[in-house]
């Protein structure tokens, strides 16, 4: 840390961005600027329904609550700095700060990631033992849940984020993304990182398969007992109850294997600008909507929040 503190202004970094000022480029900026908006509303929105809400106090809405937070912290780690570059038409980034968004956005997506896959097994138990639920999924089982999937996140990004700043870097400095992303900013080392890029593609597949192997895993003892049920309409609430978490999962694993997992000579820095504003912007909003919307309980809990505000008013 002494020596990240150490590093003077003209160790500052230049982020290239993704929008130019074109008419098109404008218009695609309020585009982000409105979908960040909902993000961060929606998940602000979610996190106090399932405070207030007694109903929402179970497992999956505890789960369900972490996810939120860490969207709500992983839109706001790399979209307000772009937002900034770009409006002021400064477009540098300090040696520190570069560090702390790396560190950040690989402990958030790691932590989502492990999370996701664990809720898979959440919803697993809810329709194959509904009868040893509360044992199975208890409150400390659900903290070790939490816990755990953070830890991972936590230890994973410090780790990455301090072996990447160590690195020493020259010539223009310009980062050919909208955050310093850690492969865009591995291009400007002065020496080879061929092996550490390869220690961090060994990682992210370990990272994504892990999480990814408990989904199918779950998916397919839970496919396994729906057919064993006696009762069609019980099939489909309990495939209804998994349609969420699938769509988040298919959103979240989608874009993640198509930034980390394909070769390098596949890889385009356009590509992956795109990819990562689905990645960092999209997701984040689309989690919220797709599990109130699809949920009766969270539709349930706002409808009962906005009759109290409405009651409130009145009087």
């Known amino acids: 840390m002494e020596i990240w503190l150490n590093q003077s202004s003209t160790d500052d970094f230049i982020l290239l961005g993704i929008f130019s000022h074109s008419p098109t480029d404008l218009v695609l900026f309020s585009v982000v600027m409105v979908v960040f908006t909902v993000a961060l509303c929606g998940n602000v929105l979610l996190l106090f329904l399932i405070y207030i809400d007694p109903r929402l106090h179970t497992p999956m809405y505890f789960f369900l609550s972490q996810l939120s937070l860490m969207d709500l912290m992983l839109v706001c780690t790399n979209v307000p700095k772009m937002v900034v570059n770009f409006l002021s038409g400064r477009k540098s980034i300090s040696f520190v700060g570069c560090g702390i968004q790396i560190g950040l956005f690989v402990c958030l997506v790691g932590s989502e990631g492990l999370l996701l896959g664990l809720m898979a097994y959440d919803r697993y138990v809810a329709i194959s033992h509904p009868l040893h639920y509360p044992v199975l999924m208890s409150q400390r089982v659900c903290l070790q849940i939490v816990g755990s999937s953070w830890a991972f996140g936590i230890i994973d990004g410090v780790i990455q984020m301090v072996v990447v700043m160590t690195f020493p870097y020259c010539g223009l400095r310009e980062v050919n993304h909208f955050f310093c992303e850690m492969l865009s900013l591995l291009k400007l080392a002065c020496i080879d990182t061929s092996i550490f890029e390869n ?42 109850t998994c ?15 198509f930034i980390y997992l394909r070769p390098r000579r596949y890889r385009a820095p356009s590509h992956d600008k795109v990819v990562s504003i689905f990645y960092t912007v999209l997701t984040p909003m689309l989690n919220p909507l797709i599990y109130s919307l699809r949920n009766q309980e969270v539709m349930g809990a706002l409808r009962k929040g906005l009759d109290h505000c409405r009651i409130g008013s009145q009087h």
Do not use: D, E, N
């Open 199 to 240: 220690v961090i593609y060994a990682c992210c597949v370990f990272m994504l398969f892990l999480p990814f192997s408990i989904i199918v895993a779950s998916y397919a003892l839970i496919l396994r007992a729906v057919l064993h049920m006696r009762s069609a309409q019980a099939g489909k609430k309990a495939l209804t």
């Open 243 to 257: 349609s969420s978490h699938l769509t988040a999962v298919s959103l979240f694993y989608g874009a993640a294997m």
